[in-house]
T-cell receptor
Framework: SQQGEEDPQALSIQEGENATMNCSYK?????LQWYRQNSGRGLVHLIL?????REKHSGRLRVTLDTSKKSSSLLITASRAADTASYFC??????????FGTGTRLQVML | EAGVTQSPTHLIKTRGQQVTLRCSPI?????VYWYQQALGLGLQFLLW???????NRGNFPPRFSGRQFPNYSSELNVNALELEDSALYLC?????????????FGQGTRLTVV
């Protein structure tokens, strides 16, 4: 399967702490994206990083990409209860289809 | 601007029946993706349509099929429903095949097969 793996599968932190999620993939990629899903609803795009980029920021989000290790990480700083959701990485490769990882369920507690 | 719309939002079907799910992409988007998400699991790629053509297909049996219309809307058809087809079916659209373009998702159709 070309599906990526995310780690950890579940993460529980206190509000104000940072949350780090990791994603690994198996194929060559054009870009890697991170999405968020609230309780079984549609996914919302968070950030896209191209294969020739190593780090990208968007607000409280920081994404890194290491193509030599075929891995990416998403850091959410100063987490809030509203950040509670499932987070997925997704990548496009030569086949151009968007392939999703298995997801990390983040719980931010007050 | 309207987002990706899917219909119906919820559906209950009996094993062996057939179902059609519909998706309207964002205006101007030519690519439509379909994904299956079983409860608590990740997204499994089903189908990708672009400019009316099927571009790629996931590892699903032939009873899963679909099409894209000239207005870029899309249908997903599932024949001979099985209990394990119960899932959230998500549609997404993007400008160009997902390469370098983010995907916009609908809210999904929750299919329950009894």
């Amino acid at each position: 399967s070309q599906q990526g793996e995310e780690d950890p599968q579940a993460l529980s932190i206190q509000e104000g702490e940072n949350a780090t999620m990791n994603c690994s993939y198996k194929t060559s990629i054009n870009n890697l994206q991170w999405y968020r899903q609230n309780s079984g609803r549609g996914l919302v795009h968070l950030i896209l990083i191209r294969s020739n980029e190593r780090e990208k920021h968007s607000g409280r989000l920081r994404v890194t990409l290491d193509t030599s290790k075929k891995s990416s990480s998403l850091l959410i700083t100063a987490s809030r209860a509203a950040d509670t959701a499932s987070y997925f990485c997704a990548h496009t490769g030569t086949a151009s289809k968007l392939t999703f990882g298995t997801g990390t369920r983040l719980q931010v507690m007050l | 601007e309207a987002g990706v719309t899917q219909s119906p939002t919820h559906l209950i079907k009996t094993r062996g029946q057939q179902v059609t799910l519909r998706c309207s992409p964002i205006s101007g988007h030519t690519s439509v993706y379909w994904y299956q998400q079983a409860l608590g699991l990740g997204l499994q790629f089903l189908l990708w349509y672009d400019e009316g053509e099927e571009r790629n297909r996931g590892n699903f049996p032939p009873r899963f099929s679909g099409r894209q219309f000239p207005n870029y809307s899309s249908e997903l058809n599932v024949n001979a429903l099985e209990l394990e087809d119960s899932a959230l079916y998500l549609c997404a659209s993007s400008l160009l095949g997902g390469v370098g373009h983010k995907a916009f998702f609908g809210q999904g159709t929750r299919l329950t097969v009894v």
